[in-house]
């Protein structure tokens, strides 16, 4: 999702990683994840979709911005629901993960940055690999939907 070049701060020598991710959920109760491709960090992990958000950027641009790069859809910022967010310690940075609620899109979702998709019950998600930083944001979910 992110890498060094994303750093805004450093805190004690740690480099904070901001990051957005969205929850996309359509209308049978279900979240689109996609699979990190071959050759990336954490690769074949299924995660949220979104990405690293650029210094100066507002957190809803940002994730609008990497869900049109990532998934070939438009996104309203003004439809974007703040969900909850999860933080997790990556050696010399510390990842801060955004994760948003999105039920409004146009297009039909594409892996151009992911080797699938699959929309999948917040239930089910505990039986997937999925990044560190994901794995919390599950249960916010599974009692939202």
Do not use: C, N
């Amino acid at each position: 999702m992110a890498d060094d070049t994303t750093a805004w701060s450093t805190v004690d020598g740690v480099r904070l990683l901001p990051v957005v991710a969205a929850a996309l959920v359509d209308r049978q109760g279900r979240v689109l994840l996609q699979r990190r491709p071959p050759g990336k960090q954490m690769a074949d992990l299924w995660e949220f979709p979104g990405g690293k958000i650029e210094p100066g950027e507002a957190p809803e641009a940002a994730l609008v911005r990497e869900l049109a790069e990532e998934l070939a859809i438009g996104v309203d910022p003004a439809t974007v629901t703040p969900l909850t967010f999860a933080s997790a310690a990556l050696g010399d940075r510390h990842l801060l993960l955004l994760l948003y609620l999105v039920r409004d899109w146009q297009g039909e979702p594409q892996p151009l940055e992911a080797s699938a998709l699959a929309w999948v019950h917040p239930s089910a998600m505990h039986e997937l690999a999925m990044p560190p930083a994901d794995v919390p944001l599950v249960a916010m979910l599974e009692r939202l939907l």
